[in-house]
């Protein structure tokens, strides 16, 4: 299995502009989340989906932040407008099942984005 | 809502040398993870502990949780400049309402002099 796969792995913007990051989870994984890491903030989770269905977006910073995840094999994230503070690593994670699996979460390369 | 910190927040050790990271919770540990992350890239699973007083090793990491399921140290013996990186510790964090929040701690950044 290729894991899971994201996409850009770099993404330069000017502020005002949509952002789309995607994310292909490994195939029979019910559960995908969204994390972004920075250096102040650390791993935050943003949303989380199980079987398709987004279950908490509590972490999901403002309106311009929307996750859509139309079948079990594709997630994007979407910023729309980009603003300078969204500049941060995105990942994207998935996991065979919610609720403390014996083999973790296994996450992808991440997306830099950084918006100028 | 749960928390975890970490400590240290960062580690400078010479080849070689033991350590030691310790990871705190807020509240009771469900599951506790430990992943390692290099630098610019993706978090890698380690190891999974569940119950109290449980420890695991991988290589020569070595993973417990405490009998109160609040605490986990992670320890590495003779480390190696390929031990360097980040380490977090993640948890299962139960909602009342039955929904999952996988929560991170803070991070320690390790970096080993050869």
Known sequence: DAGVIQSPRHEVTE???????????????NSLFWYRQTMMRGLELLIYFNNNVPIDDSGMPEDRFSAKMPNASFSTLKIQ??????SAVYFCASSLRLGAPNYG???GSGTRLTVV | SQELEQSPQSLIVQEGKNLTINCTSSKTLYGLYWYKQKYGEGLIFLMMLQKGGEEKSHEKITAKLDEKK???SLHITASQPSHAGIYLCGADNRGTSGTYKYIFGTGTRLKVLA
Do not use: A, N, W
């Not at chain 1, 502020?15 to 994984?29: A, D, F, N, W, Y």
């Open chain 1, 15 to 29: 502020m005002g502009q949509e952002v789309t990051l995607r994310c292909k989870p490994i195939s029979g994984h």
């Open chain 1, 81 to 86: 407008p980009s603003e300078p503070r969204d």
């Open chain 1, 105 to 107: 979460y296994t996450f």
């Open chain 2, 70 to 72: 609040q605490q986990s």
